[in-house]
């Protein structure tokens, strides 16, 4: 269950600065790059099934985001110009990366 610092209000994806921004219901904005949202992606084929399976990504700093789809009312899927989009992004593990965005 989302709780208003795991609850986004409004996704805006920033083509230029390469930035994904987020708006969360408890008042913050998050800013995460989008070659962290695409060498942190959830998917198996990136993570693995297990640790050991785990891939590192790298040379995804060109990377663009090129659509955003709601998946249910707890995450989102997003789509790369490398044609990468398995990933399915719930809301807690988006605060998650921003919160270690903005902790790096």
Not at 53 to 65: D, H, P, R, Y
Request: glycine share 6%; aromatic share 8%; net charge negative.
């Amino acid at each position: 269950m989302s709780d208003a610092r795991t609850q986004p209000t409004e996704l805006r994806p920033l083509t230029i600065s390469r930035v994904l921004e987020i708006d969360w219901a408890d008042g913050s904005t998050s800013r995460v790059s989008f070659e962290t949202l695409r060498v942190e992606c959830p998917c198996a084929e990136c993570k693995g099934h297990t640790p050991e399976q785990a891939q590192i990504i790298t040379g995804k700093e060109e990377v663009n985001l090129t659509d955003i789809q709601a998946v249910g009312n707890y995450a989102v899927q997003l789509f790369f110009s490398d044609g990468h989009s398995t990933g399915i992004y719930t809301w807690e593990y988006l605060r998650l990366l921003a919160d270690r965005a903005e902790s790096a």
